[in-house]
């Protein structure tokens, strides 16, 4: 079945290590999307990636990294500059203009 | 980009119909409105999206008023399944690609 796979579902790192978390789609999507969602709040925008090779920062960049060698997977690194990582991250992908987006089931990072 | 509003909470019994209002004054030509919801600690499930017509699917309905300033999602009979989150999002497409911004969401409650 197609979809779009995030990894780990949990994750524990200690504070100042980085963190990648991995996504992974098998929908032939062109755009890729990372959002942060924390309690009770909505999703903010991360980055996003057109195409192979090419990102743009959303609203919240800072402290974070990607990057996008191949068309099925946008990892998303969480560095040690990012000040309060811990938060729920999610995965996104979509085809054409005016479909829908497919999203993973979510990262939940801890940092401690 | 296009704005949303929504209310941050809503109840609705068992049965009944649930209705969401979604308000995006600043909503451009060529922008469509999509409903996703999120369930706790899940990805956001696709639910329905139009642009200016009223959009019917197995699982809700969406009315858009003539000016495209606001809109209302419909759950005809709704379940305790459907207790749950729902984004009102404007998609973004043009030049800065293919974007999927969300707001705050409201937060439904379907009662016994």
């Known amino acids: 079945d197609g979809g779009i796979t995030q990894s780990p579902k949990y994750l524990f790192r200690k504070e100042g290590q980085n963190v990648t978390l991995s996504c992974e789609q098998n929908?032939?999507?062109?755009?890729m999307y990372w959002y942060r969602q924390d309690p009770g709040q909505g999703l903010r925008l991360i980055y996003y990636?057109?195409?192979?090779?090419?990102?743009q920062k959303g609203d919240i960049a800072e402290g974070y990294s990607v990057s996008r060698e191949k068309k099925e997977s946008f990892p998303l690194t969480v560095t040690s500059a990012q000040k309060n990582p811990t938060a729920f991250y999610l995965c996104?992908?979509?085809?054409?203009?005016?479909?829908?987006?497919?999203f993973g089931q979510g990262t939940r990072l801890t940092v401690v | 980009d296009a704005k949303t509003t929504q209310p941050p909470s809503m109840d609705c019994a068992e049965g009944r119909a649930a209705n969401l209002p979604c308000n995006h004054s600043?909503?451009?030509?060529?922008?469509?409105v999509y409903w996703y919801r999120q369930i706790h600690s899940q990805g956001p499930q696709y639910i329905i999206h139009?642009?200016?017509n009223n959009e019917t699917n197995e699982m809700a309905s969406l009315i858009i008023t003539e000016d495209r300033k606001s809109s209302t999602l419909i759950l005809p009979h709704a379940t305790l399944r459907d207790t749950a989150v729902y984004y009102c999002?404007?998609?973004?497409?043009?030049?800065?690609?293919?974007?999927?911004?969300f707001g705050g969401g409201t937060r439904l409650m379907v009662k016994p």
């Open positions: 600043t909503i451009s030509g060529n922008e469509y």
């Open positions: 999002i404007v998609r973004v497409i043009g030049e800065a690609g293919n974007m999927l911004t």
């Open positions: 990636s057109q195409i192979v090779n090419d990102f």
């Open positions: 996104a992908s979509t085809g054409g203009f005016y479909t829908e987006a497919f």
């Open positions: 929908l032939n999507h062109d755009a």
């Open positions: 139009g642009l200016k």
